[in-house]
């Protein structure tokens, strides 16, 4: 049984917008969770010359569900920014050692996949140089936490 399809997320002004993805944010402060908020990275579908073609940040302070902000970030990655200037999609946003990670893909670079870092999730950081893929030509990927006893597992079962 599925319940009728509702719009979960509304720019304003009106704008095209695919492949969110969103994060929690505990600012820090784990055992304060007043201050929490939800980020969710999303791609501006419109074309570059109206300012689009790139990743943006907006948030919630209510929930995973939202409502998020309407009014969308700056352009943090993607065309028209001064991190891998084409078109950015298909992001994942993590939290690893204090640093915020970005990666999306950027189809039309010559890197296919890339990787940002910030400490706030107002200064990034361009790190594709120095991302390792498992393949070369990555798409919309995700990140899941796994037991390290898995890791090993499968570290035991590699040729």
């Known amino acids: 049984t599925f319940t009728e399809p ?14 969110p993805m969103i994060a929690h944010d505990d ?15 999303i791609k501006d579908e419109m074309p570059p010359d109206q300012g689009g073609k790139n990743l943006r940040l907006v948030t ?7 409502p998020f902000q309407p009014v969308l970030g700056p352009p943090i990655v993607g065309a028209g920014t001064a991190i891998v200037d ?3 999609e298909g992001p994942t946003l993590l939290r690893h050692n204090g640093a915020w990670w ?6 039309a670079s010559p890197h296919a996949y890339c990787l940002a870092t ?12 120095e991302l390792r ?8 990927g995700t990140v899941v936490t796994v ?4 890791t090993r597992a499968l570290d035991a079962e590699a040729p």
Not at 6 to 19: A, G, K, M, N, Q
Not at 27 to 41: H, Q
């Open 6 to 19: 509702t719009l979960f997320y509304r720019t304003d002004p009106e704008r095209s917008v695919i492949d």
């Open 27 to 41: 600012r820090g402060t784990p055992s304060d969770p007043d201050d929490d908020r939800w980020i969710m990275v």
């Open 60 to 66: 919630s302070a209510t929930g995973m569900q939202g």
């Open 86 to 88: 084409t078109m950015g």
């Open 102 to 107: 970005l990666y999306w893909d950027a189809p």
């Open 118 to 129: 910030s400490p706030d999730l107002v200064t990034w950081t361009d790190r594709t140089a």
């Open 133 to 140: 893929m498992p393949i070369e030509r990555m798409r919309h």
């Open 147 to 150: 037991p390290r006893s898995v």
